[in-house]
């Protein structure tokens, strides 16, 4: 039994020794992570160790279900440093009176960032060719040597157009002169489209169109492979792919088929089904640009994500303020 009076807090994440060290200025910090690696939680695991804990830092993981709400009935936030709140069950959370926050906006152009650039990467074979040079086996030129497509100038696709998807989409039109094409379900104003130089489609013909589809809709049931094989065979056999939105958004066995088979030329991935794990066919193949779930990862701005968790946490448990990017604020006022 802890002899401190305060709000005991999980870090269930590695975190910023700085971000931990602000939190403890206001709550009683429990952080088996420290600054190193992180703990693959089961549920069982998690559940014991957050019994009591008034608040839980987490990231795109672990899960934050109704069985976890039920054993940690004095819990009153969850304070995740990822955009992206699949891992957690908002109604639930609504309905136990936990508040629950996220990081939006501080991570959107270092993402696209990084979208772009696995966008280019897997264009222009980049990946493939390093390796070939690593093993040695790059003895003569050749006219074709790793020819890919090209960025500049092609017609660019994005599907789901939040914050990230507009600053690829800026990035596009503005800096490569790339018609951009977009699909998602609620449509941009005019005067944003007009902008952006973005024309919404129907999913089906932003397939069909784009030379570079880029995937960056959050994942729900109703996002659950929205790309699979029926919607690969729509794009075209030169056309890249690259998802940073959630693992699972895209059907990642359909995929490497795909490449297999050189029905699309080739993808970018840095969200996987099951990630960490990563399908053994996706491996594979050649064609294929594979990062371990970092488009968010600049030092910067990965501070600037824990930072925001920490911030929204500290006005729930010291009641300093309006957690600035709560997505159920509604919980705090029917506390007050
Ligand atoms: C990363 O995937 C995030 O959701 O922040």
Redo the contacts with the bound molecule.
């Keep these: 039994m802890s002899a401190d009076p305060r709000p005991r807090v999980l870090v269930t994440i590695p975190l910023f020794a700085e971000v931990l060290a602000r939190i403890g200025a206001h709550a009683e910090v429990d952080a088996p992570c420290g600054t190193g690696l992180a703990i693959d939680w089961t549920p069982e695991a998690l559940a014991a160790r957050a019994r009591g804990a008034a608040g839980l830092v987490v990231?795109?993981t672990p899960r934050i279900d109704a069985a976890l709400l039920a054993a940690c009935p004095g819990l009153r936030a969850v304070c995740s440093?990822?955009?992206?709140y699949n891992n957690i069950d908002l109604p639930a959370c609504t309905a136990a009176g936990v508040l629950v926050s996220n990081?939006p906006d501080v991570?959107t152009e270092t993402t696209a960032d990084f979208g772009f650039a696995l966008m280019m990467a897997a264009a222009r074979r980049i990946s493939e060719s390093e390796h070939f040079l690593r093993a040695g086996r790059w003895t003569h030129w050749s006219y074709d040597l790793f020819a890919g497509a090209d960025v500049y100038g092609a017609t660019l696709g994005v599907l789901g157009m939040g914050r990230i998807g507009q600053a690829i989409a800026r990035r596009g039109a503005l800096g490569f002169a790339m018609p951009v094409l977009y699909h998602n379900r609620s449509r941009l104003d005019a005067a944003v489209e007009q902008q952006l130089g973005a024309q919404w489609v129907g999913k089906d013909e932003l397939l069909a169109r784009a030379d570079h589809l880029v995937i960056v809709v959050p994942y729900s049931a109703a996002s659950h492979h929205l790309v699979g094989a029926a919607e690969l065979a729509l794009m075209k056999p030169t056309a890249t792919l690259t998802n940073i939105a959630?693992g699972g958004v895209v059907d990642d066995a359909a995929l490497a088929a795909a490449l297999r088979e050189r029905r699309i030329a080739a993808a970018g991935l840095d969200?996987f089904e099951g990630e960490p794990a990563v399908h053994p066919d996706l491996l594979a193949v050649p064609n294929v640009v594979l990062t371990p779930?970092i488009?968010?990862a600049s030092l910067p701005t990965r501070r600037a994500?824990a930072d925001l968790a920490a911030t929204n946490l500290i006005a729930v448990l010291a009641g300093s303020g309006v957690p600035p990017t709560a997505l159920n604020p509604e919980v705090l006022a029917r506390r007050r």
């Design positions: 990231a795109g440093m990822a955009v992206g990081a991570l959630r969200v779930h488009a968010s994500m």
